[in-house]
């Protein structure tokens, strides 16, 4: 089933949705060259700590970081370490917090000085794909027309969309009902109702679909090398209109 949640849940939703948009805010601030990917989730546990909240995702399924931090090919669950962050890199941080037993998730992919013209393009086309799945996220539609809007914007770009993770509803785990594809069919899969919290977040590669997972059994990486961007925000759907963007900073 696909938890509803009730005024007083959301009202801990919004909450944790501020706090984690404001400590990814913080992180992708930070972001500079020189710097290591152990050095930025260092800092977000700092921040984590100073605003009283916990990691989502740290010890989740045995993750060893407060933050998932994937650069250029690597497209999603990079566990942080002694990776050096240089000009014309692109960081995806994904960041999620738990406070008042639910779990705000959200994700930005930051530019790190000259960008490869593509690969800007790339960024900025997987954040419109991100706001045209949430503005198909509404009440009375269902889960395959977010997946649909995301394909088109970015397939439209000659971009690939990654398969085989997708986004998620969200509350008081880290992972609910349902599961949201970035591709798929419009009118199909699950029907949205007024007060699902669902983290939409498009993963999109400058090549292939296809990806690789690492010996580490975490960090992801496109098949071909490509760079590929991450953007997610989570969303409350309302009773009337465009869904609710609950993590912004």
Same mark, same amino acid.
């Given at each position: 089933?696909?938890?509803?949640?009730? @005024?007083? !849940?959301?009202?801990?939703?919004?909450?944790?949705? +501020?706090?984690?948009?404001?400590?990814? /805010?913080?992180? /992708?601030?930070?972001?500079?060259?020189?710097?290591?990917?152990?050095?930025?989730?260092?800092?977000? /546990?700092?921040?984590? *700590?100073?605003?009283?909240?916990? @990691?989502?995702?740290?010890?989740?399924?045995?993750?060893?970081?407060?933050?998932?931090?994937?650069? $250029?090919?690597?497209?999603?669950?990079?566990?942080?370490? @002694? +990776?050096?962050?240089?000009?014309?890199?692109?960081?995806?941080?994904?960041?999620? &917090?738990?406070? !008042?037993?639910?779990?705000?998730? $959200?994700?930005?992919?930051?530019?790190?000085?000259?960008?490869?013209?593509?690969?800007?393009?790339?960024?900025? &086309?997987? *954040? !419109?794909?991100?706001?045209?799945?949430?503005?198909?996220?509404?009440?009375? #539609?269902?889960?395959?027309?977010?997946?649909?809007?995301?394909?088109?914007?970015?397939?439209? /770009?000659?971009?690939?969309? &990654?398969?085989?993770?997708?986004?998620?509803?969200?509350?008081? *785990?880290?992972?609910?009902?349902?599961?949201?594809?970035?591709?798929?069919?419009?009118?199909?899969?699950?029907?949205? #109702?007024?007060?699902?919290?669902?983290?939409?977040?498009?993963?999109?590669?400058?090549?292939?679909?296809?990806?690789?997972?690492?010996?580490?059994?975490?960090?992801? #990486?496109?098949?071909?090398? #490509?760079? @590929?961007?991450?953007?997610?925000?989570?969303?409350?759907?309302?009773?009337?209109?465009?869904?609710?963007?609950?993590?912004?900073?």
């Amino acid at each position: 089933m696909i938890p509803i949640k009730t @005024s007083n !849940e959301m009202k801990s939703m919004r909450k944790a949705c +501020r706090l984690s948009a404001l400590i990814l /805010a913080d992180v /992708a601030a930070q972001v500079a060259p020189g710097m290591t990917t152990g050095d930025l989730d260092a800092y977000a /546990a700092q921040r984590m *700590r100073e605003l009283g909240v916990k @990691s989502a995702f740290l010890g989740y399924g045995g993750f060893p970081g407060y933050t998932c931090i994937s650069l $250029n090919e690597e497209v999603v669950h990079g566990i942080p370490g @002694s +990776r050096v962050i240089n000009s014309g890199d692109i960081v995806s941080i994904d960041l999620g &917090v738990e406070t !008042e037993g639910f779990i705000g998730d $959200n994700a930005i992919t930051v530019l790190v000085g000259t960008i490869a013209p593509e690969t800007e393009h790339l960024c900025h &086309v997987c *954040r !419109e794909s991100l706001m045209a799945g949430i503005d198909a996220a509404r009440a009375g #539609k269902r889960v395959g027309d977010i997946g649909h809007a995301v394909q088109k914007v970015a397939e439209a /770009a000659g971009f690939g969309v &990654v398969r085989d993770y997708c986004g998620h509803g969200v509350g008081r *785990r880290l992972h609910e009902d349902p599961q949201i594809p970035n591709f798929g069919k419009g009118g199909s899969g699950a029907l949205l #109702k007024s007060g699902m919290t669902l983290a939409i977040e498009p993963m999109i590669n400058q090549g292939t679909f296809r990806i690789d997972v690492m010996p580490d059994g975490w960090t992801v #990486k496109t098949h071909d090398r #490509k760079p @590929s961007a991450h953007f997610e925000h989570t969303v409350l759907i309302v009773s009337d209109g465009p869904a609710e963007i609950l993590t912004h900073p």
